[in-house]
């Protein structure tokens, strides 16, 4: 069996993507800008949906976590306190004779080459690029050496512009968090251990946005911060690698293509005592969706430290006063929602006529079309995730009986659901439709539910279709829809 090369599945997949509203670029009809990217009908539930299940088991489901919403804009020290107005920096080069500007990790990993450290006195921080290192658009040697770039995004703050008003857009949400625990710790009646977690907007300004919205320089964060006791780091890191991988896979990546990526001692930030990358096999390679970290006690000490207020937790049954370290899943919802669409894509053999019981079969990409068949897109998404849940279509739009039959059913099921009318075309092009859209059931309407209130369901993945009452209807979607 031949499969499509990595590289056209994910064209395939941006062409969809535009052409069913999952994606757009962002400000399209003035050319675009790098980096920031617009979410069409599809793609806005698709993302409300990771967040609602991410939401669900980190929060609602949890008696240890509450959350959050704190503002984009923060007090300008809460950056000093963070680091992030220091350290917050991407290496950047530029290519002196075509002026393409790279992130130098990414030049290096680009050639196959390594990022080397200035040797001398005063210079192990350093960066240097190796001997060999070349623009990969147009061959020049001649690269500058590497200066740090900070990524955060200024602005300022009121109608004055100077120094006294800048601000920045924040390039994570866990800030937020550390600068509120203590409100929410006072309000929330919870005992460490326990968490504060937040989805909101992030910005970076990414040097060199790509891969699709995979590096993108507006993008969501789904973040937690759980605070526990000094000494019980390692159990938490454990436990909360372990929950994430099993969540990844309840929305629909399979274990095989998830990986972990354990930070040796020399990898890890001088404060934090472990960290693990969880990794997904995407088309253009195996990346990062979520960063798992033990913090220590780096960022409440450092708000600590800068805003002077305690950030000390009194511990009632043990009578100690510490300032809880920190347990760090940090996901990116776009990143999530991207890996969803590659795994969710596929392209088929079916029957032309879309028959009960025909079989899809994948498609072989080295062999011709068998007879009597056509490609289907599908887009594979398990029912918690997928946008639309299900979509209902009258057999017929011009028999009044069977579209007002078909329109109470639909009525109904979208107070539930998300649902989708669609009355235009054979009944084989609306599955079609709702297969490239990854709607998991379609029901049917006919003649014969006039006679006896019955309907037809039909599956996107198995394309089998089964007769179903309509009152045993909405409890058939629930228990796929909601397990
Ligand atoms: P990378 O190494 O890929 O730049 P990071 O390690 O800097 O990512 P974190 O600071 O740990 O990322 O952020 C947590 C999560 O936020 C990441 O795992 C990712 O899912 C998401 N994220 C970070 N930067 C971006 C971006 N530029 N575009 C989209 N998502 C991002």
Redesign the pocket.
Known sequence: MSEKNQGSKLEALVSLCKRRGFIFQASEIYGGLN?FWDYGPLGAELKRNIKDAWWRTMVRERDDVVGLDSAIIQHPRTWEASGHLEGFT?PMVDCRACKKRYRADQLCEELGLKLEFETGSNAEKKLKLPDGAKCPACGSKDITAPRAFNLMFKTFVGPQEDTSTVAYLR??TAQGIFAQYNNVLACSRQKVPFGIAQIGK?F?N?IN?RNY?????E???M?LEFFVKPGTDAEWHEYWVAERLQWYQRIGLPEGRLHRYVYGKDELAHYASACV??LYDFPFGT?????I?ARGDFDLGRHQQFSGKSMEYFDQDTKEKFVPHVVEP???????ALALLCEAFHEEWVPTSDVAGSQPIPVDYAQPMPPGCETRTVLRFAPCIAPIKVAVFPLLKNKPELVSKARGLYDALRKRWSAFWDVAGAIGRRYRRQDEAGTPFGITVDFQTLADDTVTLRARDSMQQIRLPIADVAAKLAEAIET
Not at 330 to 336: K, L, P, W, Y
């Open positions: 980096g991407d390039p994570e992030a970076r990414e946005p919205t995979f590096r993108s320089r993008f969501e964060q973040e990358d969880v990346q990062e969706l979520e960063g970290a940090s996901a990116g919802t776009d990143r999530i």
